[in-house]
């Protein structure tokens, strides 16, 4: 009898463990919903302008946020954030040295990928994840628009 309450709770445990996985894949953005989240942007860029994008992403509007997608908007000349869909905090600020944990220059490829003749790609790295705080491999999408690159990634997981 005691052998089989253990095997009814291992398999509640598994099956508790494969909904919260499958409800945290649910939650997380893919790689065609980052890109088509760009594409929004720059197309809302074109109509509106710089300055409505910029508050619109900073503002955290819906629809340019879907599930842990963020967007976020820098010259790629240089210069400082102007808009920042996850944190507030960098919009203003410079990131040109920001090195993720292994010492990779992001920004700058960020920069480099967007000062290039396709304008557009994506750039792997490591940050901390903007829903749970937890260091995760990321993919970010990047696309040139004018003297700009508007950006959008998605969490690969650890």
Same mark, same amino acid.
């Given at each position: 009898?005691?052998? #089989?309450l253990q +095997?009814?709770?291992?398999a509640?445990?598994l099956?508790?463990?494969?909904?919260?996985?499958?409800?945290?894949?649910?939650?997380?953005?893919?790689a065609?919903?980052?890109?088509?989240?760009?594409k929004?942007?720059?197309a809302? /860029?074109?109509?509106?302008?710089?300055?409505? &994008?910029?508050? !619109?992403?900073?503002?955290?509007?819906?629809? *340019?946020?879907?599930?842990? &997608? /963020?967007? #976020?908007? +820098?010259?790629y000349g240089?210069?400082?954030?102007?808009?920042?869909?996850?944190n507030?905090?960098?919009?203003? @600020? +410079?990131?040109?040295d920001?090195?993720d944990?292994?010492?990779?220059? #992001?920004v700058?490829? *960020?920069?480099e &990928?967007?000062?290039s003749? !396709?304008?557009k790609?994506?750039?792997?790295y490591?940050?901390?994840?903007?829903?749970?705080?937890?260091?995760?491999?990321? +993919?970010? /999408?990047? !696309?040139?628009?004018?003297?700009l /690159?508007?950006?959008?990634?998605?969490?690969?997981? @650890?």
């Amino acid at each position: 009898m005691m052998k #089989f309450l253990q +095997s009814i709770a291992m398999a509640l445990l598994l099956a508790a463990t494969s909904v919260a996985g499958a409800a945290d894949d649910a939650e997380r953005g893919t790689a065609d919903e980052a890109v088509a989240l760009v594409k929004k942007a720059i197309a809302y /860029y074109k109509a509106n302008g710089r300055e409505k &994008l910029a508050a !619109e992403i900073n503002n955290r509007t819906p629809q *340019f946020r879907e599930k842990d &997608l /963020y967007l #976020f908007m +820098s010259p790629y000349g240089g210069g400082a954030v102007i808009a920042h869909g996850a944190n507030a905090k960098l919009v203003g @600020k +410079s990131l040109g040295d920001l090195r993720d944990v292994d010492g990779v220059n #992001f920004v700058q490829k *960020f920069r480099e &990928l967007a000062a290039s003749k !396709e304008g557009k790609g994506w750039v792997d790295y490591k940050w901390p994840n903007s829903k749970t705080g937890a260091l995760e491999s990321k +993919s970010t /999408y990047v !696309e040139r628009v004018d003297d700009l /690159y508007i950006a959008c990634g998605i969490y690969k997981g @650890k």
